[in-house]
Structure formats: structure tokens, C-alpha cells
């Protein structure tokens, strides 16, 4: 079946740090991946996304590149700022007329000044 | 534009009791979607609309949980008997015809089960 296994929480990080939060998925076919940022109090946001092998979604500083050797789509950022700490989402998109969205389980991010 | 609406925004109740929370999808999105999602969890999907029609149910507990969505605008979810189980953060979203990968979600209900 489809699933999403994001790297565990929290993620502790000093203020201008290069943040990885790893993602891998497992899907038939080649599925659209996307990444979502909750901020507190907050709504989901898509942040960004890539819809096929080999693309890089970028966004407010934040990148992915969808790798379909790895299966994985890991998000980075060069610097991260105080106002980046959130629970961070990978999720893939079905191939089929419902265009459900699978989440992984979230990575909180803290950003310390 | 106006962004997803839902209410209330937290509840508290006892268990066997019912509940509802209600979504005002963005202007003219024809897809609305009702998630749960469980503390420490990724949210999971319940219910999709494509305008008044049911796209996909299959994660729905239909033995106490149901969702309409009226003249396509507006949707309610309802929870009767409420289990302790059903704590979680209920979450509306909608997306576009020509944009249903990018969806936009409501802040969200926050149900506590006592």
C-alpha cells in the first residue's frame, strides 16, 4: 500500500543551521509528493512540492528533490530562522480520481535563537 | 481571499455524546475533504466530497460518524456516540477542479472525549 515515514521529533536547532528533515514513501507508480508546514494555532500549508522523478520543490528557502532511486523526498534548508520552528508533513498524492493526500506522522522542528 | 472556515474551534464532551462541526470551504472550490488527526499522527482522510457527491468514505466509521455536504457549499461532520478513541483534531480542507493536488486547510477543531 502507500505510506509515508518521516524522521522522528522534535528537531532542536540553533538559529542559522542547515536543517534535513528526512521522507520516504512507499507507492505504486510514481506518485506527486508534497511537503506541509503547521504552524502553531495553524492550518496545513503546502509548502511545496515536485509531481514527477527528479524534480525540486522550493519555497521560502526550503527544497526537496523527488528521487525515485531512494524513494525519498528529504526537505532542507540552508539557514533556519526562529520563525521556521513547526510541525513540518511529507505526504504523497494517489494516482486515482480521489487525489487523496497520505501523510507521514510529522516532524516538530524548535528553532533556538 | 477568504481562507477555509470551521467551528468551533475546540470541544470538549462526555463520551456517548454527540457532536458536529461545520467547514465553509474557500469561494468556488468544488473538493472538500474532512481529516482526523490523532495527536502525534499525520492527519488521516474520512470523507471527500466532489460538490454535493461522496468521492471516497472508505476510512469513515459509519457506525457512528456521518458528513453531508449541502448544495455543495458547506459541510457538517457528526459524531454520535462519541468514543474516548475520538479525541483529535478534525480538519477541513477544500481544493480547486483544476488545482486538486494543492489543498488548503481550516484551522481545525480540536475534540477532546471524556
Known amino acids: ?113 | 481571499e477568504a481562507g477555509v472556515a470551521q467551528s468551533p474551534r475546540y470541544k470538549i464532551i462526555e463520551k456517548r455524546q454527540s457532536v458536529a462541526f461545520w467547514c465553509n470551504p474557500i469561494s468556488g472550490h468544488a473538493t472538500l475533504y474532512w481529516y482526523q488527526q490523532i495527536l502525534g499522527q499525520g492527519p488521516k482522510l474520512l470523507i471527500q466530497f466532489q460538490n454535493n457527491g461522496v468521492v471516497d468514505d472508505s476510512q469513515l466509521p459509519k457506525d457512528r460518524f456521518s458528513a453531508e455536504r449541502l448544495k455543495g457549499v458547506d459541510s457538517t461532520l457528526k459524531i454520535q456516540p462519541a468514543k474516548l478513541e475520538d479525541s483529535a483534531v478534525y480538519l477541513c480542507a477544500s481544493s480547486s477542479t483544476s488545482r486538486r493536488y494543492e489543498q488548503y486547510f481550516g484551522p481545525g477543531t480540536r475534540l477532546t472525549v471524556t
Open chain 1, 1 to 113: 500500500g502507500n505510506s509515508v515515514t518521516q524522521m522522528e521529533g522534535p528537531v532542536t536547532l540553533s538559529e542559522e543551521a542547515f536543517l534535513t528533515i528526512n521522507c520516504t514513501y512507499t507507492a505504486t507508480g510514481y506518485p506527486s509528493l508534497f511537503w506541509y508546514v503547521q504552524y502553531p494555532g495553524e492550518g496545513l500549508q503546502l509548502l511545496l512540492k515536485a509531481t514527477k522523478a527528479d524534480d525540486k520543490g522550493s519555497n521560502k528557502g526550503f527544497e526537496a528533490t523527488y528521487r525515485k532511486e531512494t524513494t525519498s523526498f528529504h526537505l532542507e534548508k540552508g539557514s533556519v530562522q526562529v520563525s521556521d520552528s513547526a510541525v513540518y508533513f511529507c505526504a504523497l498524492k494517489r494516482l486515482d480520481s480521489s487525489y487523496k493526500l497520505i501523510f507521514g506522522s510529522g516532524t516538530r522542528l524548535l528553532v533556538r535563537p
